[in-house]
């Protein structure tokens, strides 16, 4: 399986944006029980795919099916000098789950990371009640000891 999979940056055609959009709905759905406006997240997709200062997707594919979606976005962060990446918008079909693709996903996005100067770390943020992915990510070499996610959403 492990050679079989395609990990590429998304284009900004129909297919791509479609794959992504629907497994943002999916996903917002299974994982905090919300159902999101599809036409809000339709544009907030495109905004991505034709403008890299907001962010860069992945893709994964498996046999030509895209199976998996990840975005990252920048964050300057002045204390290192150097661009965070955050994970965000992560999203593997059900049926592709527990087959390494998030590991394959994070290891290509770290290799990215080390290979440049511009890079500093990745970040992201999880579910509190999301035990499943926690598990994952500290097996990866990730840890939450540092920070505690606060927001305020208009």
């Known amino acids: ?31 905090e029980k919300m159902v999101l406006n599809e036409e809000t997240v339709t544009k907030g997709v495109w905004a991505v795919l034709q403008d890299e200062t907001k962010g860069r997707y992945y893709l994964v594919e498996k046999e030509q099916q895209l199976v998996a979606c990840m975005l990252t976005i920048p964050e300057w962060s002045d204390w290192r000098n150097a661009t965070v990446l955050w994970i965000h918008s992560l999203y593997v079909m059900p049926g592709f ?8 996903l994070y290891s290509h996005l770290q290799k990215k990371v080390q290979d440049s100067s511009a890079y500093r770390g990745i970040r992201l943020y999880v579910d509190k009640t999301n035990t499943q992915a926690q598990v ?6 990730m840890d939450n000891q540092h920070y505690e996610l606060f927001e305020w959403m208009k």
Do not use: C, P
Request: avoid cysteine.
């Open 1 to 31: 399986m492990k050679n079989s999979l395609i990990i590429r940056d998304a284009a900004a055609h129909k297919r791509d944006a479609e794959f992504i959009v629907t497994s943002q709905l999916a996903m917002a759905l299974e994982t």
């Open 97 to 104: 789950r527990g087959q390494g693709i998030y590991s394959r």
């Open 136 to 141: 994952i990510y500290k097996k990866l070499g």
